[in-house]
T-cell receptor, first 114, second 114 residues
């Protein structure tokens, strides 16, 4: 595997379900990000982790719970979601203090909440 | 309040001609400006960037111009090729304790007509 991988690629869940999204980066980076992309909206930053420590929570509802066990893996645990949470969830990674803003994205998980 | 705006949702250009994608921003504190390209069912991929202290950066067929006084940047692709058909996102970077926080525009769908 190379780059940033995400599983599953598609997920349909009911509002009472609990599921998790997984992201893995194979680039040796030490910062990881979760973004949400809704239709006709810009990518919205949700969470940032530097060296496994959460450094940013962009006012995300508690029904989204991130976990970063090490610099290569990032999870997004989902529970009691709402239909408006249906979106493309993208994971990205970068090198801390890189200075150029360049981030590498995974292919995303297309989430549908029914 | 959107800090990065792409006012053209779509653009069609004849193959071989120049494609010009535009982006406006409001925050003078951004350090870098980046362009990402996104194909369907894939994550955004980094294309080219420019430092806020420069006014031009060129990489092969891609050139980014930055006009700080107008808070405007543009991406020129010449000559345009069918493989350039994709959604292009403008992003602006600000550094916060080592985190590269990206603020994205809503994207412009470029279609190259053979």
């Amino acid at each position: 595997e190379t780059g940033v991988t995400q599983t599953p690629r598609h997920l349909v869940m009911g509002m009472t379900n609990k599921k998790s999204l997984k992201c893995e980066q194979h680039l040796g980076h030490n910062a990881m990000y979760w973004y949400k992309q809704s239709a006709k909206k810009p990518l919205e930053l949700m969470f940032v982790y530097n060296f496994k420590e959460q450094t940013e929570n962009n006012s995300v509802p508690s029904r989204f719970s991130p976990e970063c066990p090490n610099s290569s893996h990032l999870f997004l645990h989902l529970h009691t979601l709402q239909p408006e949470d249906s979106a493309l969830y993208l994971c990205a990674s970068s090198q801390v203090w890189q200075g150029t803003g360049e981030q590498y994205f995974g292919p995303g998980t297309r989430l549908t909440v029914t | 309040d959107q800090q990065v705006k792409q006012n053209s949702p779509s653009l069609s250009v004849q193959e071989g001609r120049i494609s010009i994608l535009n982006c406006d921003y409001t925050n003078s504190m951004f350090d870098y400006f980046l362009w990402y390209k996104k194909y369907p069912a894939e994550g955004p991929t980094f294309l080219i960037s420019i430092s806020s202290i420069k006014d031009k950066n060129e990489d092969g067929r891609f050139t980014v111009f930055l006009n700080k006084s107008a808070k405007h940047l543009s991406l020129h692709i010449v000559p345009s090729q069918p493989g350039d058909s994709a959604v292009y996102f403008c992003a602006a970077s600000s550094e916060d304790f080592g985190n590269e926080k990206l603020t994205f525009g809503t994207g412009t769908r470029l279609t190259i007509i053979p």
